[in-house]
């Protein structure tokens, strides 16, 4: 087997050098496998594939090597950070609407998913994350029959990770659509864990959808600091001064 380029992963059984895509915290060119760069300090990128890094919303710094972000010293989010992201796909080169929108409390999703030879199949999966995310299905077509039917899922899951491992079963799964039995329009699924996963096959056929997705925060905004408290990391909370000490808004450290 041989090592993808520098920076790139790829799935196990991999076939080909097209498999070898960029990581989290690395942008890149499709169908330019060796360009994966990290993302610049301020700058994210939270799903694997081809796309470029985006810039933090507000005072937010880049975290976890590039994948995320946070407020910087002195500040801390007034929201959970609402967002869209993708899921890599499978047997074909994009996924409409997988670029992540942090920041955003609502958009859509649009797909048709056509050209697959028999037997083929395509697989595109979308995370919704944020306070009480919402998924409405506003149109929905399945094409197949039996085992090669089309299929579209829609899952609650406990965190991110577990959304990215693209499986779900039991209890997560609050909707199942196929040729059998498509959505109606203005359909909705609600998640009550802050994670929703929409994922759908289209297997050898042609598929489409379209949705909207939201969820009940504002775009998140770091602010200072309130008074008398003080942050001097990325990902942790104002504290408070100590008895009888006063600070600044937005200070920085205890010093302040």
Sequence with gaps: CTACPSNAVSAEGSTGLSSCVCPEGFS??????????ACEAGTFKSFEGPGACLSCPGDGVSAEEGRSCACGTGHFFEDNVPRLSCIASYYTSSCTSCTPSVGMSEG???????????????????????????????????????????????????NA????????????VIGVYDPSREASPGQQHQSSTGHLLVQLYSRGFRSSMNATWSTSSKAPVCSPCKANTYKDTTNAACTACPSNAVSAEGSTSLSA
């Design 108 to 158: 859509a999703i649009n797909l048709i998913s056509e050209n697959l030879f028999a037997g083929s199949y395509q697989s595109c999966s979308w995370i919704i994350s944020g306070p009480e995310p919402r998924l409405t299905i506003t149109y929905l077509h399945l094409d197949g029959a039996g085992s090669s039917a089309s299929q579209l899922q829609v899952a609650e899951c406990s």
């Design 161 to 172: 990770a577990e959304c990215g491992s693209g499986y779900f079963s039991g209890s997560g």
């Design 28 to 37: 890149g060119d499709e169908g330019d496998e060796e360009s994966c760069v």
